[in-house]
């Protein structure tokens, strides 16, 4: 082993020390018994029954979901259908439909969720479940966009002109062509879009309702009290549902690969 790759080494194992030990600290304090985490007297699963059976956490984590779960939905098709239709404009146009769906990208999420409570307010839309869903999708749309986009350019133009040779018409060249292949990354970034918006807390505090709070909404109003061990457990269990995400994630792209080897 030369030298240089001996610093390399030492280096990476520095990072990823750094980079998960607060969150290893996070898992080990959740099965802690004391209730400081500044001392360990021993594993229990006390704070993970305190945390099943805390009704408010239990409602922020269903409208999470359900939040989560329409956000993807939305984006994936508002996301997909411009990116399809960006197929067709000139090279001018293109550029303007990437500029505006990456422009939520670019603005802070601050600018964004005060914006957005002055515009859903003078709208008169009820803080809720739209609000949020609507909120949370004019960001992951823009994710949406690019993988699209992305797995629409490594696409052969040729299928598609002759699929409109032989007497497509255009809503057909879609639906039989171009989402099945697209399709693995209109899931993959359904998946992402999922992660986002149960991960989002910025907007989600401004786009709340009063019967509407979210998890990682409710998540930060109880560490402004101190840090319990029943919000590690609940971060833990937050955690393991990103891995489970991940994991999805990589399952669905292996697959789309091994059948695009074999055809």
Known sequence: ????NRWQIIYLS?????????????ILYSFNANASTAKWTGLTLEWYRQLFRDRVIGQAFVISIEVAILTAILSAILGTAAAVVSLS???????????????PLLVPEVALGVSLLMFFNALGLPFGHLTLVLSHSLFCVPYVYVMVRLRLAEIDRAIIESARDLGATKWQTVKTIILPL???????????????SLDDVVISTYMSGPRTTTLPVHIFSMMRVGVTPKVNALCTLILFGTFLIIGVNQFVNKNSKRRGLSS
């Open 1 to 4: 082993m030369t030298r240089t």
């Open 89 to 103: 404009l000139t090279e001018r146009m293109k550029k303007a439909v990437q500029w505006v769906m990456l422009l």
């Open 182 to 196: 697209v399709m693995p990354s209109i899931i993959t970034a359904g998946l992402l879009a999922v992660a986002m």
């Open 14 to 26: 520095i990072f990823f020390v750094i980079l998960y030990l607060p969150v290893l600290s996070v």
